[in-house]
């Protein structure tokens, strides 16, 4: 089994930038895709990016390419989500997840953190 604990949410104004960790326990992080997903007020969890075990391989929301940098070391058992130009609408929480391949739902992923909340202001 493994548990996962998201960190580095906060507030920051639009462009500013913010980097998400997600510190993994358990064997299997380092053979497991991971994904970031996050999910706004009242809105659906809407996918993010995602990486491949090894790191070869990346996928991203169309609303977030070029602005958010997804990457891992697993070394360290963790995760990352490099989030630059923020902007209002990314506004959510955000979970980071694990599972045994890239995917774009979220149903697609068997573990979960507890979320962080990240908050873009104008």
């Known amino acids: 089994q493994v548990q996962l604990v998201e960190s580095g949410g906060g507030s920051v104004q639009a462009g500013g930038s913010l980097r998400l960790s997600c510190a993994a326990s358990?064997?299997?992080?380092?053979?497991?895709?991971m994904g970031w997903f996050r999910q706004p007020p009242g809105k659906e969890r809407d996918f993010v990016a995602a990486?491949?075990?090894?790191?070869?391989?990346?996928d991203y929301a169309n609303s977030v390419k070029g602005r958010f940098t997804i990457s891992r070391d697993n070394a360290k058992n963790t995760g990352y989500l490099q989030m630059n130009s923020l902007k209002p609408e990314d506004t959510a929480v955000y979970y980071c997840?694990?599972?045994?391949?890239?995917?774009?739902?979220?149903?697609?992923?068997?573990?979960w953190g507890q979320g962080t909340q990240v908050t873009v202001s104008s």
């Open positions: 358990g064997r299997t992080f380092s053979t497991s895709a």
């Open positions: 990486i491949s075990w090894s790191g070869a391989a990346t």
């Open positions: 997840a694990t599972g045994r391949g890239i995917g774009i739902r979220w149903r697609e992923y068997d573990y």
